[in-house]
């Protein structure tokens, strides 16, 4: 044992030794003069601090102790040499500050975090704390104070002390924190750093023409309906994340302002008229820019049908001369008209930075140059029966059609969203006029000329309804005028001016009941409802149709009946084969009876449907909801209706919903009255109580102004 403990005491003074010639220390363990000096070490704490139970640090060993018997390198007399001063390596002092300090933690810290947080959890509620955050600065004297960068691993070890202080025990909680994990998302931007990006952005250079959009994809500002959420979105560009305020009405993620709004040119920017403009003035003069910049937009579209559908060779080979006709119509002319007009907007735009008016402009245009969009809406139908023929029947069209849609210029977009967009710009201009008449109210002259713009296009956009609606139903009446076969029931002359077509189809039959008794060995009949009259046939193929009897619309009584009702013949039994009947009474049929006819159709929408149709009339006569208290959906995509009870409906159309069921809408198209069934995952509903009584005042007040 002596042999063991003499051998540790001789390896003790050979270590000791070494530690003072290579440190410079003097016999008493000093450092020697003349060397660069840190004050304030941190304390040294003992290899217990990774104990889980033991948070607290253990105090150094004052001096002139004993040494024990085992030395580590950690607990050498110079390791543990107490005073005011301590020598380091010179590779751990940093001459300069640090530019950019990184934001991230050291090896050290993050061990200690890991294990602190897996034995006490609250720690993991501390804040974050990145060692580089902290500078080195310059003592008193010229000497450099410890950087925590350079003490990243005893700064783990012993905690975020005070750095040049008198040494104490050291807690680590409330003292340090457990630093947790990089958050996987960016650390928020600085004040000074997003202005930056907002004024980069607001710098606009070049011209609006420099990126142009395709016009399905862009939403205009001017039509939102709320007029306070109008008035912000005028006034602020959209942010790319596509964050919207509170209340303002449902703007769609996919749709994009069209290019840069007027604030933010370069020539407008310049002229520092932004200082003096009035807020109104500067909304007012957005509303002109939009309607500019939108125009572009939609003709660079147009441009597109044209180059890449029109005029494909291989398209027009797929195809006769007529079909063509059908499914492009006169869009030659419409582009010309829509050139014509962005001409004169632009040439009004460069003569001037701050616009004195538009108007004039667009009431022109309407009257001399817009008539082409009347014809374009008017060969509609042929245009869509036209479509669906060769998309369904011609092979060599659907293969040259996919190639086609798949090149870069055509952005993904089908050819029927390049083909309604006549529609679509028509449909829009008299909300974006009207927008401009609302912000030229505190100018007698300028609202009376917008005005006069708003009724000269709403009224052009009555004509193209009319147009599109007299050619299809006109179309439709002389095709069952050939398919409707009488025989021995009276005939009733079909083709009148005033008859249309409002809903057909096949339903069944569920009991029959005097002259329905013929109809017991089939156990379906087609039904063609029109505006005054309800003709019930047998469908003996798809383009001919026996009459069976028919009844006028006044004469007509319909009722509801659940499948599990006591009076459906075969009670409950026959719920399973009949989901979902109702009952039909013609009061005075063809023979000046009374006739009952139980129906029934597969789904809960179909019969809705039917009863709505079949109700037309009697719900005329009713007092109207307020239509402020009802639900009210935007259109997020544009669709076409298949059959006559539907509504086409375009991006960005507000509808008052009347009747919902099983995934359908039955609404109130607000810019124009009309109203249809349309599927609910084409809609988004409007939340906001604001903007749906805004929509309401605003369409109220443009067919009052505009007599549509």
């Known amino acids: ?58 105090p150094s ?53 890991k294990e602190a947080a897996r034995w006490e959890p609250r720690l993991n509620a501390g804040p974050s704390f990145s060692l580089d955050d902290m500078d080195m600065d310059v003592g008193p004297g010229g000497m450099l104070t410890r950087n925590l960068r350079s003490q990243s691993y005893r700064a783990a070890m012993k905690g975020l002390g005070s750095l040049g202080g008198e040494t104490s025990p050291l807690h680590l909680s409330p003292k340090l924190y457990a630093l947790a994990e990089e958050s996987t998302q960016p650390p928020p931007r600085s004040t000074t750093k997003n202005k930056k990006i907002l004024g980069r952005k607001r710098a606009h250079k070049g011209s609006f023409k420099d990126d142009p959009r395709f016009y399905q994809e862009i939403r205009e500002r001017g039509l939102n309906t709320g007029l306070e959420s109008d008035d912000d979105s005028l006034d602020e560009p959209s942010s790319p994340e596509g964050m919207q305020k509170v209340g303002a009405p449902i703007v769609v993620k996919n749709y994009r302002p069209p290019q840069v709004t007027w ?26 820019f939009e309607i500019l910049t939108s125009e572009f937009s939609y003709q660079h579209s147009l441009g597109i049908l044209v180059t890449e559908f029109l005029q494909s060779k291989e398209l027009r080979a797929t195809m006769t001369q007529m079909e063509h006709h059908h499914l492009f119509s006169n869009i030659l002319d419409i582009q010309s008209a829509s050139q014509k007009f962005f001409e004169d907007l632009e040439r009004r735009h460069k003569a001037q930075v701050c616009v004195e008016d538009i108007s004039d402009i667009l009431e022109e245009h309407t009257e001399r140059h817009f008539h082409p969009y009347v014809a374009y809406c008017a060969n509609e139908v042929y245009q869509q029966r036209a479509l669906q023929r060769l998309t369904s029947s011609n092979a060599a069209f659907r293969d040259v059609l996919r190639e086609i849609e798949k090149r870069p210029a055509c952005g993904g977009l089908p050819m029927i969203s390049f083909l309604i967009l006549p529609m679509q710009r028509v449909t829009r201009l008299p909300l974006l006029m009207d927008t401009l008449c609302l912000k030229s109210q505190g100018h007698p002259e300028r609202y009376k000329a917008a005005s006069h713009a708003l009724k000269a296009i709403s009224k052009l956009v009555r004509q193209c309804n009319e147009g599109a609606r007299k050619m299809e139903r006109m179309e439709q009446m002389y095709t069952l005028h050939t398919q409707l076969d009488f025989g021995k029931v009276k005939s009733l002359p079909l083709i009148s001016a005033s008859r249309w077509l409002r809903k057909r189809g096949e339903l069944f039959v569920v009991e029959e009941t005097g002259l329905f008794r013929k109809l017991a060995s089939r156990p379906t009949c087609y039904l063609f409802l029109f505006n005054d009259v309800l003709v019930i046939t047998k469908k003996k193929s798809e383009e001919s149709f026996v009459v069976q009897d028919y009844a006028q619309v006044d004469h007509i009584q319909v009722q509801k009946v659940e499948a599990t009702e006591p009076s459906l013949p075969g009670g409950s039994n026959r719920s399973s084969s009949v989901p979902h009947p109702f009952q039909v009474t013609l009061l005075h049929n063809s023979e000046g ?36 208290d009802l639900l009210q959906v935007e259109v997020t995509k544009a669709y076409l209706a298949k059959q006559v009870d539907e509504i086409s409906l375009q991006q960005a159309d507000v509808v008052l919903i009347l009747q919902q069921e099983d995934g359908w809408f039955y609404g109130e198209r607000l810019r124009d009255g009309e109203t249809g069934w349309f599927p609910e995952d084409f809609a988004q509903c409007i939340t906001s109580r604001v903007a749906a009584e805004g929509n309401v005042r605003r369409m109220e007040r443009l067919r009052v102004e505009t007599d549509v």
């Open 1 to 58: 044992m002596s042999q063991r403990h003499s051998d540790s005491s001789l390896e003790e003074k050979l270590l000791e030794g070494r530690f003072h010639s290579e440190l410079r220390l003097d016999a008493q363990g000093n450092p020697a003069s003349g060397l660069l000096m840190v004050r304030g070490p941190p304390p040294v704490r003992s290899n217990a601090a990774f104990q889980p139970d033991t948070l607290e640090a253990q």
């Open 593 to 628: 009876r009374q006739e009952k006819i139980l129906l029934s159709s597969d789904y809960a929408s179909d019969r809705a449907r039917w009863i709505t149709a079949l109700t037309y009339k009697e719900r005329q006569g009713q007092d109207p909801p307020n239509k402020g």
């Open 263 to 288: 604030s933010q040119l370069p020539e407008v920017m310049e002229s520092g008229i932004l200082d003096t403009l009035s807020a109104e003035e500067h909304k007012r003069q957005e509303a002109i």
């Open 61 to 113: 060993s004052p001096k002139g102790k004993e040494p024990w018997s085992i030395v580590l390198s950690t607990q050498s007399p110079a390791a543990l040499k107490m005073g005011t001063e301590q020598l380091i390596p010179k590779s751990l002092a940093v001459s300069s500050k640090a530019k950019t300090p990184a934001r991230h933690q050291s090896f050290g810290a993050a061990v200690l975090s």
